[in-house]
């Protein structure tokens, strides 16, 4: 073993759960703003305890992404000060960007959004969590667009110097407006949306399992044992999520199209090797799962021709050796072929579920008493139907079981993009074995690895415990709240001295 197969384990290792906590701050930033602007609208508090309640996770979760993303830049100079050295008047610009605009946007907002609930007018107040999400959503563009660079380089030149070639940015603008980053941000942050949105339906389904075994106030109606859940403040949330996951779970798909598209052009190996193809083929099948093909849907897949010839993985490696010189060009076949369909697999099985529980959590039928239509209008619709239809408990058990299933599907789309990218770090002119720092020993490399693995551990742990206690807990009861002088604490009206007789003595 060499100190380059441990620099990528680290990379993968470090990148791997540093990204299992970002999709989740992009997804459950933009809800919990959500939730704060319905009780601004309307006034009710239970958006305001939801907003406070998912608010807190949303914290926990953010502070935790950014810990373990220092880590990441710290890598660039300690294993792979070559790759930084040839890319870093490229990268050098969105990250940047990202740090100075998206980064900070984001911390300033969300430190006015923590402490100022009773010091800003309401409406400032709701600004710095959408100020703050914007930040979130531009960080993820900036870091996007560099990744999708290594991928598909445009916008540069190669230079050479003392300390070797090096690429050094033209245009900036091909570099943000790449076509692999105009298919890649949506995909991964409509993924962010997937991940929220299970996350959400996850809290919520054990929050409705638990008002089955024990007495809560917050019941609009007596529960029976075996009966179906009762209608709560948790299917407020449930919808809002279940709605959140399908609408995103279909910019997936047609950015991953999308993605696949580009893949054909300009990685092809990575595509071929997504398939097990191994020849160059015209009208190319599509295997779902080992074993079962469907007929031309490769090739129609990739160019929109069921008849299109779909390079294969050898023809390409003999192309390759004869265009870059000698270099085994194939990545981890078994990986890249299993982390295609695991990503297919357990996003669909998510997004299915959210329509399921669509179907499920519909209102009931509209008509009258008498079993007329309804009349016609929203609003009349709606005091002509009945009650919601009300949460299967099976169905909340599925919600919590499903938790893992996006996580996982993030996870292998991220091996597949990464992998199946190798042996380069950028495509077509950087080798990974000419990207690793030449000082750095196996030994060091090995003694950093061990150290983050630990390190990264004992955070993942104490951020379970800290997220599971505050879903059990549950949200805070709100107590009775006094009349209110008509300007209200620092001139924001009644609604803002709600918001100070609610607010949590230890949540931030």
């Not at 598909?152 to 690429?167: K, S, W």
């Not at 079962?292 to 390079?311: G, I, Q």
């Amino acid at each position: 073993m060499e100190a380059l197969d441990l620099a990528r384990w680290q990379f993968g290792v470090t990148t791997v759960y540093h990204f299992l906590f970002v999709p989740l701050t992009i997804g459950l930033g933009v809800f919990v703003a959500g939730l704060q602007t319905a009780w601004h609208r309307t006034g009710k508090e239970q958006y305001l305890r939801l907003t406070k309640f998912f608010g807190k996770i949303f914290l926990i979760n953010f502070a935790m992404g950014v810990v373990t993303g220092i880590v990441q830049e710290f890598q660039f100079g300690m294993n792979w000060s070559e790759y930084s050295v040839f890319v870093g008047d490229v990268f050098g610009a969105p990250l940047a960007l990202e740090a100075l605009l998206a980064f900070f946007l984001e911390s300033t907002f969300l430190g006015l959004w923590i402490f100022g609930w009773d010091k800003l007018p309401k409406r400032v107040h709701l600004a710095t969590i959408w100020a703050a999400v914007i930040g979130s959503n531009l960080s993820a563009y900036f870091i996007l667009a560099a990744n999708a660079w290594m991928k598909h380089p445009v916008g540069y030149e190669v230079t050479g110097g003392p300390g070797g070639d090096r690429a050094r940015m033209t245009d900036l603008w091909a570099v943000l407006t790449n076509s692999t980053a105009l298919a890649q941000v949506p995909h991964v942050v409509a993924g962010a949306f997937v991940i929220a949105g299970t996350f959400v339906l996850a809290v919520c389904g054990y929050r409705v399992l638990k008002e089955r075994r024990t007495a809560d106030p917050d019941r609009t109606v007596p529960m029976r044992r075996g009966a179906d859940l009762t209608v709560s403040m948790w299917r407020t949330p449930m919808r809002a999520a279940l709605v959140m996951t399908a609408l995103a779970g279909v910019v997936v798909a047609g950015s991953g199209d999308l993605s696949g598209k580009l893949l054909y052009e300009q990685q092809p190996m990575k595509l071929a090797a997504a398939e097990g193809l191994e020849r160059d083929t015209a009208g190319a099948a599509f295997s779902p799962v080992p074993g079962v093909e469907v007929p031309m849907l490769l090739s129609f897949l990739a160019t929109n021709d069921p008849n299109a010839v779909v390079r294969g993985i050898e023809d390409l490696q003999e192309e390759y050796t004869e265009r870059f010189g000698p270099e085994d060009y194939r990545p981890n076949l078994p990986v890249v072929y299993l982390s295609f369909r695991v990503m297919i697999v357990f996003g669909m099985t998510a997004v299915g579920l959210s329509v399921l529980g669509l179907w499920l959590t519909r209102r009931r039928s509209s008509t009258s008493s008498d079993g007329h239509p309804a009349p016609r209008g929203r609003a009349l619709r709606r005091r002509a139907a009945g009650p919601p239809r009300e949460v299967p408990a099976w169905f909340a058990r599925a919600c919590l079981l499903a938790l893992p299933l996006p996580f996982i599907a993030m996870i292998a789309g991220w091996l597949l993009s990464e992998i199946g990218r190798q042996p380069w770090t950028v495509q077509g002119e950087l080798l990974t074995a000419a990207s690793v720092s030449p000082g750095v020993s196996l030994t060091e490399v090995a003694v950093s690895l061990a150290v983050f693995t630990l390190l990264y551990g004992l955070l993942a742990v104490a951020e379970a415990v800290l997220i599971v206690r505050h879903v059990k807990a549950g949200p805070e009861r709100a107590p009775s709240v006094p009349p209110a002088s008509p300007t209200g604490t620092g001139g924001t009206g009644d609604g803002d001295r709600t918001a100070v007789m609610l607010q949590p003595t230890l949540m931030y």
